[in-house]
């Protein structure tokens, strides 16, 4: 059975000065599923998500959300629809603990004032403690986001991009800089909680061997050009596809 598509993007487009960064760029993502976005460094991936979650303006295209327009809405706008990001820069705050970073997300998603928190140390516990669980968070709900190993930092991101209910999740490059076998748990928790909750997801990935365990559908950028969208196996055997990645000198899940 065919899921609801909730993102699509059409004929997306952004130059920078005389650089196509973006060309030209169609496709979407059914709830539940994980679609990976894949290139050589340079290929516009970032750009692409940029356009998709407000930050930049497209040259030309559209981007819809569930059946709505949302092209050139600001972040702000984009993500109070239910596009949330988890960020390579960490988006947590240090000082405040795994649960209050996690409490200020639900505040926010329920356009409580911030100023509030303070009085309402009570906020949202029970919602919190339940995303906490979700992510394997809640034994250390009482630290301090500083003092976590960057896995655990990961998990309590995707707690907080949880906490916004979204409809569709962009990550781009998750996880960078985390150890292969972690990279591995967070791509197998995202993947479960995306299929559990019908979230859409859209993320960039280094690491061939997690693209192809988890993706549902991979689509491959190359110089701001789609050359591949399809299924893992499909896209390994395309030849435009084995060109690129032979000729920035990296294979698919050979090592
Ligand atoms: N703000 C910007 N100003 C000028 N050029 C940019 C900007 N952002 C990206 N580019 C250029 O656009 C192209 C695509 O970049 P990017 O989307 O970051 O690729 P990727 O994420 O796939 O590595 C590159 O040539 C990059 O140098
Ligand atoms: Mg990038």
Request: aromatic fraction near 6%; charge should be neutral.
């Amino acid at each position: 059975m065919s899921e609801p598509v909730v993102l699509q993007a059409e004929g997306l487009a952004k130059a920078f000065g005389g650089v196509k960064a973006v060309d030209g760029v169609s496709f979407k993502v059914e709830a539940g599923r994980l679609l990976a976005l894949i290139g050589p460094n340079g290929a516009g991936k970032t750009t692409c998500f940029n356009m998709l979650n407000g930050q930049l303006k497209p040259d030309a295209g559209r981007v819809t959300l569930g059946g709505r327009d949302i092209t050139g809405l600001a972040p702000r706008e984009v993500w109070a629809l239910g596009v949330g990001r988890t960020f390579q820069i960490t988006a947590t705050f240090a000082s405040m603990t795994v649960r209050e970073n996690v409490q200020m997300a639900l505040l926010s998603h329920h356009g409580q004032a911030w100023r509030l928190f303070g009085r309402a140390r009570e906020a949202h516990m029970s919602e919190a403690n339940r995303l906490l669980e979700q992510v394997g968070m809640l034994a250390q709900a009482e630290r301090a986001c500083g003092v976590l190993a960057y896995g655990d930092l990961k998990r309590v991101e995707l707690a907080v991009a949880l906490a916004n209910a979204p409809k569709l999740l962009l990550m781009d490059e998750p996880t960078a800089g985390m150890a292969p076998r972690e990279r591995i748990a967070l791509m197998e928790l995202t993947a479960r909680i995306a299929r559990e909750q019908g979230i859409a997801v859209l993320f960039t990935e280094h690491d061939m061997d997690v693209v192809f365990a988890h993706a549902d559908r991979i689509i491959v950028l190359d110089r701001g050009r789609l050359i591949a969208d399809g299924k893992a196996e499909d896209v390994r055997a395309n030849p435009a596809v084995q060109a690129v990645y032979l000729g920035a000198g990296s294979t698919f899940g050979a090592h």
